[in-house]
């Protein structure tokens, strides 16, 4: 009986690591650090049909990792609780340090970062105090508005070259996103050390920095 009871209870903490494995469902998690999207904006992003993100989203509600609210006909998402990203986080660095050929991974999707400079989070967060900085958060606008570094350019990687003059000129500038595997980061970084601007990518993204407990802010 205590045998049986035992394995009950290995069973159900196992859901949460079934739950996550899944690629579409960890990419849909690592979005939702971002804060709250809908179906329809996830379905986008993961690049599935409406019909199939849904049924991975379903499974992480049974696995208890999100919540949802209704507004009209549309159906929102939003990570169950900050100790959600934390696992999250967690799972990543672990695989950073021990999964076989990670690095040439995302090698192949982010492209060699070898050159490229970076800042830690505590050090941007002195030079911001110093006022030596330009810090551009180059996720979509929707990510920006739940919660971005506070101070921070809302500049879209999509929008860079046209609003490249919106950047103020004379400074260091910092870019960050969703993560340390996201690319936008990445791409403005290059883009604009092509157009003759210092840039350095801020090491990890927003969700770090919110966890951190470092100032934040929402809305434009």
Not at 19 to 32: M, P
Request: glycine share 8%.
């Amino acid at each position: 009986m205590a045998g049986e009871a035992k394995a009950a209870l290995f069973e159900a903490l196992a859901e949460v690591a079934k739950a996550l494995a899944n690629g579409r469902r960890a990419e849909l998690i690592d979005t939702l650090a971002q804060g709250e999207r809908s179906v329809e904006e996830l379905a986008e992003i993961i690049g599935q049909s409406v019909a199939n993100t849904s049924q991975h989203l379903q499974r992480l509600l049974r696995a208890g990792l999100v919540t949802t609210r209704r507004e009209g006909t549309r159906i929102y998402y939003s990570l169950a609780s900050s100790a959600v990203y934390t696992l999250w986080r967690t799972m990543t660095e672990t695989a950073d340090r021990h999964v076989k050929d990670l690095g040439e991974l995302a090698e192949a999707f982010l492209g060699d970062r070898s050159a490229m400079q970076t800042i830690g989070r505590d050090e941007l967060r002195t030079r911001m105090r110093a006022g030596d900085v330009v810090v551009l958060d180059v996720r979509p606008d929707a990510e920006y508005r739940s919660g971005h570094i506070r101070g921070a350019l809302s500049v879209p990687t999509s929008q860079l070259k046209s609003r490249l003059s919106d950047i103020p000129s004379g400074l260091d500038v910092v870019a960050y996103c969703r993560g340390p595997y996201c690319v936008m980061a990445d791409d403005a970084v290059r883009y604009l050390d092509r157009q003759g601007r210092r840039a350095i990518r801020l090491e990890g993204g927003f969700p770090e920095w919110a966890e951190e407990g470092r100032p934040v802010a929402a809305g434009n």
